[in-house]
C-alpha cells in the first residue's frame, strides 16, 4: 500500500479530494510517548539493561529505527516540534519557560480536517490549553507519579492511583467511547521516566538489581571542551540526596531544601501509599546513613540508586503498553492501528557520569522510535534512515492520506518504512543525509551550553556558543562513546571543511542561523 500523494489533489466523481478519505481506507494512529526514555532502556535496542517486552512486541511485529533523533533535547520544546512538523526557532518553542501557541497550524487540527477524532492524555507541558484536540486530558505542569491532577475543559480533578496508570485508564476510558464512525488519532504522553522516578510498589523489587558501571562513568573529559566539563548534570556531583535519590534524613535539622520537595510528593500519597513506600524506603535511607560512604564506593551506590527507580519506572510504562496493545488486539483494531512508541528525547543513564539530556551527544540527541503498521512496515524490520521527531507529523498526515503543508520540514517516515521491507536498510535513495540539532535553554538549569550541530551516519560537528566559542568534531565509527573531539586533529581536515559546509546547507535550509539565535533569546 503506498502512500506518497504529499500534496497531489486527487478529485473523485463525486468532488470529495483525497484529504477527506472515508473511515474504511483511513489509519488509526496511536501515539505514545514517555518522557526521558532512554533508547539504553528498552531491550529491544540491545543494550541487556532491562526487560520491556510489550514496547519490544512493537520492534517484533513492525519497524526499529536505530537512528533516530531529536532536534532540541529538552521536554517543551520537543513537543512543540511533534505537533508542528517544525524547528523550535519556527514554532517559538525554543526552552523550557516558553508557552505555546496554540493558534499555529498544528498536526491534530489537521487531522481533524481530514476526518480525524483527536485526543490527548498525560503529559503535556506546553502551559496554553491544548488545541486541535477533540478531547483532552493532561497534566499540571511535569505532574506527579501518584494521585496527579488531571485537566480537561471542564476543570482540574484529582486522581487515585499510579499515574502512569492512571494515564493509560483514562486512554482506555476514550477509546471505548469515541465516535467508532471516525478514525481516530491519540497522544498517550507519559510523565514516567521523569525525574524523580517514583516507583509503584510493585516495582520496588528492582532495590535487588545491580546495574554495571558504564565504562564512561569516571569520565574526566580531558579530551572535550568547556561544555563538558561545566554542566551540572553529574550524578556524582550534582544528584539531589532527597529528591533524586530519596535519602531523607529522619533528623529535619539535618535536610536540604531538596528533602522537602520530596516530602511534598509523598505527602499527595493515601496512608496505604505512603505505608508501602515507607516500608520500602526507610531501610534503605537507614542503610546509607550508617555506612558513611565516601569516594568511588559513594559514586557507585548513586548510580546503583539512580537505575534501580529509573528502570523500575520504566517496567510501569511497559505495562501499559501492553494493556493498550491488548485492547487494540481485543477490540479488532489492531489491523487498522499504527502504533509509535518514542520519547521526547533521549537520556543519560551513567555515560560520561551524567544524567539529564541537552547535549547533542548521542545518548541526548537519540532517542527510542518503533512503529507498528500492519500492511507497511515488515515484522521485525529495522531502519537505518536518519529520521527525527520533526518526521512524526508529515508521517501522522501522510498515514492520514492528508496534503502535507509545504512549511513543515520533515519527511513522512512512510519512505523508509517502505523501503526496510523492499531492502532492508530503509533508507530511500533520496533520504537525507544528515541531521540539524539546536539548544537553547542557557543559561538555565543544568548549565548545558547553547549550542547547534550538524550529524552524518559517520560524523558530527557541535558549536558551543553564547558565553563561548568552541567546536567539537567526532568520529562515530572510530569513537562512538565521543571521547575524542578531533576538531584539530590534520588528518580530519577534510572532514572538517566538509561538515562546516553541509552544516551552512542546513542552516540555509532550515532557516537557522546564530545570530538568528541569539535575537530570538536576546535577555539571556
Keep these: 500500500m503506498k502512500r506518497y500523494l504529499n500534496g497531489m489533489i486527487f478529485i473523485f466523481s463525486i468532488g470529495i479530494l483525497l484529504g477527506s478519505c472515508t473511515k474504511d481506507t483511513q489509519t488509526n494512529i496511536l501515539y505514545i510517548m514517555s518522557d526521558d526514555h532512554a533508547y539504553q ?59 505555546f501557541d496554540g493558534s499555529q497550524v498544528t498536526v491534530p487540527k489537521l487531522l481533524q480536517q481530514a476526518g480525524y477524532q483527536t485526543a490527548m492524555i498525560g503529559k503535556w507541558h506546553l502551559k496554553s490549553d491544548p488545541t486541535g484536540f477533540d478531547f483532552w486530558k493532561v497534566l499540571l505542569g511535569q505532574g506527579p507519579y501518584y494521585n496527579p491532577d488531571l485537566k480537561d475543559t471542564s476543570g482540574v480533578q484529582r486522581y487515585i492511583g499510579y499515574t502512569t496508570t492512571v494515564i493509560t485508564d483514562e486512554a482506555l476510558q476514550w477509546m471505548d467511547a469515541r465516535d467508532t464512525e471516525k478514525p481516530f488519532f491519540m497522544m498517550v504522553h507519559h510523565k514516567a521516566p521523569h525525574r524523580s522516578w517514583m516507583p509503584e510498589p510493585k516495582y520496588f523489587s528492582f532495590e535487588e538489581n545491580t546495574y554495571p558501571v558504564p565504562d564512561t562513568y569516571f569520565d574526566d573529559y580531558a579530551n572535550r571542551g568547556r561544555a563538558a566539563k561545566e554542566q551540572e548534570m553529574s550524578v556524582i556531583v550534582d544528584m539531589l540526596y532527597g529528591w533524586d535519590l530519596k535519602i531523607i534524613h529522619p533528623d529535619s535539622t539535618q535536610r536540604p531544601k531538596d528533602a522537602n520537595w520530596m516530602l511534598g510528593q509523598l505527602g499527595r500519597m493515601t496512608p496505604e501509599q505512603r505505608a508501602a513506600w515507607d516500608a520500602h524506603y526507610n531501610p534503605i535511607i537507614e542503610d546509607f546513613l550508617s555506612k558513611d560512604l565516601q569516594g568511588e564506593e559513594l559514586a557507585i551506590w548513586k548510580y546503583q540508586r539512580y537505575m534501580r527507580d529509573y528502570l523500575a519506572c520504566i517496567q510501569s510504562v511497559d505495562d501499559q503498553v501492553g494493556r493498550l496493545l491488548d485492547y487494540l488486539d481485543e477490540t479488532g483494531l489492531a489491523e487498522n492501528t499504527a502504533v509509535f512508541y518514542t520519547s521526547d528525547q533521549g537520556f543519560y543513564l551513567g555515560e560520561h557520569g551524567w544524567f539529564d539530556k541537552r547535549f547533542m551527544y548521542e545518548e541526548s540527541l537519540g532517542t527510542p522510535l518503533l512503529i507498528r503498521l500492519p500492511g507497511e512496515a515488515e515484522a521485525g524490520s529495522s531502519s537505518d534512515a536518519l529520521v527525527q521527531n520533526l518526521d512524526f507529523a508529515e508521517t501522522f498526515l501522510d498515514l492520514a492520506g492528508a496534503s502535507i503543508p509545504t512549511e513543515m520540514q ?30 537553547y535553554e542557557y543559561p538555565g538549569a543544568h548549565a548545558v551550553k547553547r549550542h547547534y550541530g550538524v550529524r552524518s551516519e559517520q560524523y558530527k560537528l557541535i558549536h558551543f556558543y553564547h558565553d563561548i566559542d568552541e567546536w567539537e568534531l567526532y568520529d562515530l565509527e572510530k569513537d562512538p562513546k565521543e571521547m575524542m573531539n578531533v576538531i584539530d586533529d590534520p588528518d580530519y581536515a577534510k572532514v572538517l571543511i566538509e561538515m562546516q559546509e553541509e552544516l551552512k546547507k542546513l542552516q540555509e535550509e532550515y532557516g537557522d542561523s546564530e545570530e538568528g539565535a541569539r535575537e530570538l533569546i536576546p535577555n539571556k
Aim: net charge negative.
Design 41 to 99: 532502556a528498552i531491550s529491544a535496542y540491545g543494550h541487556g539493561l532491562n526487560n520491556t517486552p510489550n514496547i519490544d512486541r512493537l520492534a517484533d511485529e513492525g519497524i526499529l529505527f536505530n537512528n533516530a533523533f531529536v532536534t532540541n533535547s529538552i521536554c517543551a520544546p520537543s513537543r512543540a516540534v511533534v505537533l508542528t512538523g517544525k524547528f523550535s526557532h519556527i514554532n517559538g518553542h525554543l526552552d523550557n519557560s516558553n508557552t
Design 410 to 439: 520533515g519527511m513522512s517516515l512512510l519512505g523508509p518504512m517502505n523501503e526496510a521491507t523492499q531492502t532492508g536498510d530503509g533508507i530511500p535513495k533520496d533520504w537525507r543525509t544528515s541531521i540539524y540539532y539546536h539548544y
